[in-house]
């Protein structure tokens, strides 16, 4: 079965001030994993997708990492409107094309001006 | 090009009421899912599709009902509704040839 952990939960930051947030996750055959950001009473937003281990991909503060059994992302001096939830999710391989996902339960980030 | 769009986007049911979620997408996605976000456990999938006339049940699919009958609707639908339903739903899409899944704004349904 796919598993998908993050942490820390909760992290509260103040401005500036740099940090990572960690995705671990067991799967078979990893097809891509993928970073969101959902902000209160919204949807989740599409960030990242990271297909091997040694990929990275960057978007303004944010820069996504992957490894063999982890991702992480890191937030580069953060503002107060990067405070959301990120949300981490993998697709396995394997047979069929139904592109399922499975999410992990969330990293609250406050960022404190 | 509005994206993926839910219909309503709150809604109170009374146990063993009925009603239909309506999701569009106007991106031409082949594939398009339905989720459960609840407090502590993440976002659980229902059910999905991944073309004009099938469906798929996923992780939680009891007590719903989908259809697929056009490329840019899902329809989720709850026959008799429970308390153990209330959450919120979301509806994603994807692209045949992109993996990522883009999410509608969700629906918040209450069954008291």
């Known amino acids: 079965e796919d598993q998908v952990t993050q942490s820390p939960e909760a992290l509260r930051l103040q401005e500036g001030e740099s940090s990572s947030l960690n995705c671990s996750y067991t799967?078979?055959?990893?097809?891509?994993l993928f970073w969101y950001r959902q902000d209160p009473g919204k949807g989740p937003e599409f960030l990242f997708t990271?297909?091997?281990a040694g990929e990275e991909k960057e978007k303004e503060r944010l820069k996504a990492t992957l490894t063999k059994k982890e991702s992480f992302l890191h937030i580069t001096a953060p503002k107060p409107e990067d405070s959301a939830t990120y949300l981490c999710?993998?697709?396995?391989?394997?047979?069929?094309?139904?592109?399922?996902?499975?999410f992990g339960k969330g990293t609250l980030l406050t960022v404190n001006p | 090009n509005a994206g993926v769009t839910q219909t309503p986007k709150f809604r109170v049911l009374k146990t063993g009421q009925s009603m239909t979620l309506l999701c569009a997408q106007d991106?031409?996605?082949?594939?398009m899912y339905w989720y459960r976000q609840d407090p502590g456990m993440g976002l659980r999938l229902i059910h999905y599709?991944?073309?004009?006339?099938?469906?798929a049940k996923g992780e939680v699919p009891d007590g719903y009902n989908v259809s697929r009958l056009k490329k840019q609707n899902f329809l989720l639908g709850l026959e008799s509704a429970a308390p153990s339903q209330t959450s919120v739903y979301f509806c994603?899409?994807?692209?045949?040839?992109?993996?990522?899944?883009?999410f509608g704004p969700g629906t918040r349904l209450t069954v008291t």
């Open positions: 994603a899409s994807s692209g045949s040839t992109r993996r990522e899944q883009y």
């Open positions: 799967v078979s055959g990893l097809r891509g």
């Open positions: 990271l297909y091997s």
């Open positions: 999710a993998v697709q396995a391989g394997g047979g069929g094309s139904n592109y399922k996902l499975t």
């Open positions: 991106m031409n996605h082949e594939y």
């Open positions: 599709s991944v073309g004009e006339g099938t469906t």
